[in-house]
């Protein structure tokens, strides 16, 4: 069975598991079994990565054992994605002015957009936004949040091209208390996590705002692109060792590509997801909610 | 997770090596570690599923089961299929014919299309061409501006854009190099999903409009299991020519590049190494493969072992233990064969049959040691070890700025291995032409 499928195409294998899903409906133990094969394949597929697959594989086997009813499988599998995001989920957090949040990440992964489309759900809430153009090392990172800014309406906080990222935080932290700015929003540079030096960078600005007063920055996003493979666990342990994180945000879900590293990132290291970026507009960003988001991983798999 | 598949696989076939031989079920355990090395590495699940299919033939063919060193070569084996699977037959090259010649770059958000726009243009020029480069990114906020900034840079000719549409912008640019004598243009589009039809017809309709000659697919080298969707997708509704992928500097596996060449046969051709216009390198297969594999430079080192050892030495040496007519010179010989691979302790730590040779004596000095030893001999006495007696030593000693005492520890350490050598050849026990010169304590 597992051969014949070897040499089946991918839309094949998919008609094969919804037929195995919806022939069976409630599984028997001897289906169990042999629909194993068949999760792990959805769940390697969807980037959730060999350690991740394995240990919900054990928690369904236990869960399974748990219950004497014969259940629908399904269900089973969901409700133990979803708690392992919800073990890791953070609501937002009261505001206390200034709030400022840093947005970091590899090179990009959507940095400058989710912060733009920060920008854009912080103004409708009525807040007073500053946007912080920090990433003055690529060409036009500046111009490009600056255009953002622009259109959505909100003060933009420029920066001279070389100029060293940690006195612009400082700046940026200065007018935010001078003029009275609630949110502080700073765009930084994208950066792969083993370059140590301009990690170290990052870490310098954070020091910077947390040295204005102990409690900023409130927020560190880590931008992930939905589309990235097993790095991204990679990139969030560096990322959270030597920024401590407070969140990730996962781009480009409007994509084919499913995310699903995300649950070795909340199992490994209980980074709690935050956001989920839909698009490109403004508009385009969304609160993470555990259970569509694993509805929607399973969804794309079983019922194409 | 599986940093070091060689480890692995080493702890698997150490108790086989006793045994000499593999069992089918050997083989399978093997796989099974290099489907997770695979799947750890982002390989597409189901393309790992079609070439572990296909490595069962080769894993249990004679080469592996009758091999010496079954774990290496097993090994071996996966690397040579995966190298063999990326690499392409045809010189990489980028085409620039037409006049003027045309280059697009596509591909999703943020896979770093606008500065390997750069990057090649920085490649052509090394080569006499000189690009105009063309952005055709109207949707980015500031997308031209980069463009712009990053050609004033590097002193690339840029395109100074006054139309609004990007038919319009290719057309004219085409012209404008015309004019200018610049070949060829670099069209830099936006980013857009695979799936994004609308977005995709406009890369249709320039393709149509302008017939570029090289079509890039530019991908990031962090992709996951999408890259087979991504790949499939692009080729299916605009086709490229060949694969450039970005942010190699990192360390991501990389394993969507097997998966991209190996659901769309297209070529990758060049890869990104940083952010800076010269940051751009040829791919070479086999330090891809070895990089899915996990493998650091072991592929390369396990290419060169093999070739300078296997064969033919290691079968004279072999034939010389069983006539006893291994001598001191052979001996030299391996050590320096051993040598050219690399710093010794370096070589032995990577060779996963090696691991299980904790005990012997490696390191480098040591080494270096026994080698001026046998240097201070005459090829008499390499040749006859025996006729070496006691002035003599002292003599050997004393050129090889060495004690006799040392001198003593590896004429014996030579016996020592000369009689196991022998007994090993003459049984059935496998030896292990890399655990050759090291004497066991
Ligand atoms: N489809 C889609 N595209 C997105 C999303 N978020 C960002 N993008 C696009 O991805 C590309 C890169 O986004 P940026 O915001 O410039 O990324 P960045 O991380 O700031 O990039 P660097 O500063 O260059 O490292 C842009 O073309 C964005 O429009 C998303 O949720 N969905
Ligand atoms: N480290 C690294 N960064 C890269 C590489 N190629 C592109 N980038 C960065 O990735 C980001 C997105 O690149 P860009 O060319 O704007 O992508 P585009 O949206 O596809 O045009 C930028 O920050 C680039 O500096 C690479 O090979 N290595
Ligand atoms: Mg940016
Ligand atoms: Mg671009």
Redesign the interface.
Known sequence: MLLEKIRMGLSKTREKIHEAFLSTGIFFDKDFESSIPVFEEILLSSDVGVKATNEIIARLKERRKEHEKREDVIPLLSQILINLLISSEKKEEEIIHPYTILTVGVNGTGKTTTLAKLAKHFKDKGEHVLLVAADTYRAAGVEQLYLWGRNIGVDILKSQIGQDPASIAFDAIESAFTKEYTVVLIDTAGRLHTKKNLMEELKKMKNVLSKKREDLPQEIFLILDATTGQNALSQAKIFKDVLDVTGTILTKIDGTAKGGIVFAISLELGIPIRYIGIGEDVDDLIEFEPDTFVASLLEGVVLQ | ?FENITARLSEIFKSLRRKGKLSKKDIENGLKDIR?AL????V???VV??FI?RLEKSATGERVLKSFTPGETLLRVVFEELRDFLSSKEKIEIKTDGRPGVVMLIG?????KTTTAVKVAHFLRKRGRKSLLVPCDL?????A??????AE?GEFPFYEIKEETIEKIGLASVEYAKKEGLSPVILDTAGR???DDAMIEELVHLKKLLSPKEILLVL?S?????A???GLEFQKKVDFDGIVLT?M?????G??AFSLRYVTKRPIKLIGTG?KSDDLEFFHADRMASRILGMGDLSTLVERATEVIEKEEAEEAAKKFKEDRFTLEDFRKQIKILQKLGPLEKVVGMIPGMKSLSKVDVNGDAIKRIESIINSMTVFERNNPKIIDGSRRKRIAAGSGTTVSEVNRLLKDFEVMKRMMKQFSKGNIGFSPSSFPFPQK
């Not at chain 2, 999703?108 to 770093?112: I, V």
């Not at chain 2, 501006?145 to 990053?150: A, N, S």
Request: hydrophobic share 35%; glycine share 10%; net charge negative.
């Open positions: 997770m997770l799947l750890e590495a982002d597409n699940y189901k599923k079609e299919a999703l958000q943020g896979s770093g949707k980015r906020p500031a997308a501006e980069q463009l712009k900034i990053m840079k999903l695979h799936i990031d962090m992709t996951g299991q999408d087979v969707n991504i942010k500097d990192g360390d991501a596996r394993g969507a952010e």
